[in-house]
C-alpha cells in the first residue's frame, strides 16, 4: 500500500512527501518555509523537511536507508542552483560579522558615516527583526537555526546597555572578592574591568548615564559599602570612616579605644588616633578644607561626652 490507513485520515509515505516537495520546489523556485504568513503546505512541508535534516544528519529513520538517503542528497544538489546565490550572499555577511568580532572584541556600531562598520550594524538589526517576525531569510529553518547559534556563540557581545552594566557589576564583585583588590589599567586582562569601574566612579559622581537611575545608584552604593577600601577615594574614604566612628559613638558613648580586642574597634581607634595627628600637622587629608572643618566638627562633639 503507498499509503498507511488511520481512521478515515490518510498519511502520506516518505516519497509521497518527498514527491510534493520536489513539485513545490520546481513550481515556486525556493523552498518552503514556516513563515507566518506562508500557506499550510509550506509550513507542512517546511517541517518535513527540517525533520528530515535532523534525520539524515543523525542516521535514522527513512534517511538511515541508502537508498533513500541518496535520493534525499541528490535532491539537496538538484536546487543549490536556486538559492546558492542567495545563501552564499547570506552567509558571507553572517562571516563578515563574525571576523568584525574576533577582530574588535564587540558587535559593530552605528556610526555618523556611511562605512562598512555601519552596513554591518543595520545588517545585524534586520536580521534579528526577521528573526523576532520569521521573515524573509529567517523564516528558513536551517537560516534561523544558524542565526540563533551565532547570537548564541557571541552571546557577550549582544546584551542590552542594561545586560552589559550588569555583567560588569557581577565581574567587578567577583573580582574584588578573589583579589581584593581593584582591576588594575596596567595589565591587560584586567585592563577593560578597570576602565568600566573608573567610569562608573565618574557617572556615579555626576549622576549621568545610567547612574541618573536611582536603582543603579543603590547597587553601586552597596557594593561601595562593601568594599570600601577598593572603591572609594581617600576623601571618601576619609566620611566613610568617620560615619562608623560617629555610629559607634551613638551606640557606645564612648570613643574607639586604639588597644581594644575587637578589631573594628582597634582600627576605628587607631584611625581617629592618626587623624588627630594629622590635623595638628595639617598634612595628608588634612590639607583639604571640607576635611578639617568635618573634623572639627567631630570635636566639638565628642568633647561633649569626655
Known amino acids: 500500500m503507498d499509503k498507511f490507513i ?3 485520515q490518510n498519511i ?9 516537495l520536489q513539485k513545490y520546489v520546481n513550481e515556486n523556485s525556493l523552498m518552503p518555509t514556516s513563515c507566518k504568513d506562508g500557506t499550510p503546505q509550506s509550513k507542512r512541508l517546511a517541517k518535513w523537511v527540517n525533520n528530515q535534516r535532523t534525520n539524515y544528519s543523525r542516521n535514522i529513520k527513512m534517511l538511515k536507508h541508502p ?9 539537496l544538489k538538484s536546487i543549490d542552483h536556486l538559492i546558492k546565490n542567495i545563501d552564499a550572499e547570506w552567509i ?14 564587540r558587535s559593530p556600531r552605528k556610526l555618523n558615516n556611511n562605512d562598512e562598520e555601519t552596513k554591518l550594524y543595520y545588517w545585524i538589526q534586520s536580521q534579528r527583526t526577521n528573526l523576532k517576525n520569521n521573515t524573509k531569510m529567517l523564516s528558513q529553518d536551517w537560516v534561523r537555526d544558524l542565526f540563533n547559534k551565532f547570537l548564541n556563540d557571541y552571546k557577550d557581545h549582544f546584551f542590552s546597555f542594561d545586560e552589559k552594566w550588569e555583567k560588569n557589576f557581577n565581574d567587578l564583585d567577583d573580582f574584588i572578592r578573589i583579589n581584593h583588590k581593584v582591576p588594575s589599567i596596567h595589565k591587560e586582562d584586567e585592563k ?12 556615579y559622581k ?20 562593601k568594599y570600601p577600601n577598593d572603591l572609594l577615594s581617600k576623601e571618601e574614604l576619609w566620611f566613610y570612616h568617620l560615619r562608623n566612628i560617629r555610629q559607634f559613638v551613638n551606640t557606645y558613648g564612648r570613643k ?18 592618626h587623624s ?11 590639607t583639604n578644607e571640607e576635611i578639617r572643618t568635618a573634623y572639627e566638627e567631630f570635636s566639638k562633639e565628642i568633647a561633649l561626652i569626655n
Open 12 to 20: 502520506p509515505t516518505w516519497n509521497e512527501t518527498f514527491e510534493e
Open 256 to 273: 574607639p579605644s586604639k588597644h581594644s580586642l575587637n578589631n573594628d574597634e582597634r582600627f576605628l581607634g587607631e584611625w581617629l588616633g
Open 67 to 75: 537508498e533513500i538517503r541518496k535520493r534525499w542528497e541528490d535532491f
Open 206 to 225: 555626576k549622576q549621568e548615564q545610567i547612574m541618573s537611575k536611582i536603582e543603579y545608584r543603590q547597587k553601586w552604593e552597596e557594593l561601595r559599602e
Open 6 to 8: 488511520i481512521g478515515i
Open 192 to 203: 577593560k574591568l578597570s576602565i568600566w569601574q573608573t567610569t562608573q566612579k565618574k557617572n
Open 276 to 286: 588627630t595627628q594629622n590635623y595638628n600637622q595639617k598634612k595628608n587629608n588634612m
Open 92 to 105: 558571507t555577511r553572517l562571516n563578515d560579522v563574525k571576523a568584525f568580532i574576533n577582530q574588535h572584541h
